[in-house]
């Protein structure tokens, strides 16, 4: 393809965005206007439907890492960095969106809510609710599915999830498939263990909720037991 400037002005990503708002641009336009200029005999637009091709769609692209944007010819380390914080910055703000819906964290609103998720679920589902200082919930996340009776994971999972969102502390809420709420002895050695770790890291572990077919369980009272 060539040059940008070669297009009908109307079709230019740039005098398409003064004309009709950013918002009337495709991904591949958005992405183009991002990188501005291209190499000889391919232009931004090129590029940038190169990079969107390779990453499997904008999503994909969003979480590519840095380093992997520059494998494309016409992106070099400043273009890479430029996409990348354009990204950051969507998820900084899609996090702060979400701590101004004011959303308390407490057992009956994460119990109604994930109740629904799991109520057919065949496996043991983790997920982890991570909240601010004032107990609003500013990230959610499915941790792992495991077999029919277990979960294997690595603790830092948590921790990690918790750390990248600023968290000051978090929510497990984890279902068992036979429809019994009641905790088991596993469930209450993890559950002391993550409390354990938690103080010790000063984020938390508020509560544990285990949900049943009709009910759920907090592990709360089990924390110093």
């Known amino acids: 393809m060539g040059k940008i400037i070669d297009l009908p002005p109307l079709d230019r990503p740039r005098e398409k965005a003064k004309r009709y708002g950013l918002e009337s641009l495709s991904d591949v336009e958005l992405i183009a206007l991002l990188i501005s ?18 990453a499997g769609g904008l999503v994909n692209l969003s979480k590519t890492p840095t380093n992997e944007y520059v494998k494309t010819k016409g992106i070099k380390s400043v273009k890479a960095l430029t996409l990348a914080a354009i990204f950051e910055l969507h998820r900084r703000l899609s996090t702060k969106e979400i701590e101004q819906e004011e959303v308390d964290a407490s057992e009956t609103y994460l119990y109604n809510k994930y109740k629904s998720k799991v109520a057919s679920s065949h496996q043991e589902n983790l997920f982890i609710i991570v909240t601010n200082s004032r107990n609003k919930i500013i990230h959610e996340k499915l941790l792992y599915s495991g077999t029919s009776n277990n979960i294997v994971f690595s603790y830092k999972d948590i921790w990690r999830e918790i750390f990248s969102h600023n968290g000051k502390g978090f929510y497990l809420i984890h ?10 002895q596993k469930d209450i050695i993890f559950t002391k263990e993550i409390y354990r770790e938690s103080k010790r890291l000063e ?16 592990l709360k009272s089990k924390f110093s037991s």
Do not use: C, F, M, V
């Open 203 to 218: 984020t938390p572990l508020i509560d544990h909720l285990i949900i049943g077919e009709r009910n759920y369980s907090s």
């Open 37 to 54: 200029k291209g190499y000889q005999g391919n232009n931004a637009y090129d590029i940038a439907s190169e990079l969107l091709s390779k």
């Open 175 to 184: 279902n068992h498939p036979d429809g019994d709420a009641t905790p088991s």
